[in-house]
T-cell receptor
């Protein structure tokens, strides 16, 4: 089984400032890692994912995340935020399927969400 | 266009009145699932289906039923809704079990039970 903890429920920041949204996970098997964004009154949109290879992953809208296996973290960063980045952000994990010891067949386990509010 | 559709998008109902939220995907995906989203809890899986006539409980199945009679459809049934089922519901589908990261989400259904 997996679990995900997003360390901040709300992050206020001023426009053009950098931001980091923190995510830690726990799993007994190898996982895939994801960040999703939910704009007000909208559905979920995939920002980026880590599957394998380089630990620095770049996504849409200028976001990037770094996978740290030793710290079991997958923090999301953006060097300069815009008002339009105001949204709720979810970190999620899934196991890698039965060939990698997984048993949940693609179930996504989500963190509690972090509400990013960008102020002018 | 590859997509997951849900209907209705918004629903207000009363306690005990049976309802069904439909979910359909046009990608010939085997795996489908339902999640509910609640403030401070993120999204939690309700039920999933690995193929036609194969369904299983997720993390929060109480009060819900599902069926999978066709590959494209995966309806969520609340036979006797209660106020604690007021939530935002998402249907999702995934194709190749060798690529469990390729998940597609529907637009969501906001349910209010009074």
């Amino acid at each position: 089984a997996q679990s995900v903890t997003q360390l901040d429920s709300q992050v206020p920041v001023f426009e053009e400032a950098p931001v980091e949204l923190r995510c830690n996970y726990s799993s007994s098997v190898s996982v895939y890692l994801f960040w999703y964004v939910q704009y007000p009154n909208q559905g979920l949109q995939l920002l980026l994912k880590y599957l394998s290879g380089s630990t620095l992953v770049k996504g849409i809208n200028g976001f990037e995340a770094e996978f740290n296996k030793s710290q079991t973290s997958f923090h999301l960063r953006k060097p300069s935020v815009h008002i339009s980045d105001t949204a709720e952000y979810f970190c999620a994990v899934s196991d890698r399927g039965p060939n990698a010891g997984g048993t949940s067949y693609g179930k996504l386990t989500f963190g509690q969400g972090t509400i990013l509010t960008v102020h002018p | 266009e590859a997509q997951v559709t849900q209907n209705p998008r918004y629903l207000i109902t009363v306690t005990g009145k049976k309802l069904t939220v439909t979910c359909s995907q046009n990608m010939n995906h085997e795996y489908m699932s339902w999640y509910r989203q609640d403030p401070g809890l993120g999204l939690r899986q309700i039920y999933y289906s690995m193929n036609v006539e194969v369904t299983d409980k997720g993390d929060v199945p109480e009060g819900y039923k599902v069926s999978r009679k066709e590959k494209r459809n995966f309806p969520l049934i609340l036979e006797s809704p209660s106020p604690n089922q007021t939530s935002l519901y998402f249907c999702a589908s995934r194709g190749d079990r060798r690529a469990p990261y390729e998940q597609y989400f529907g637009p969501g259904t906001r349910l209010t039970v009074t």
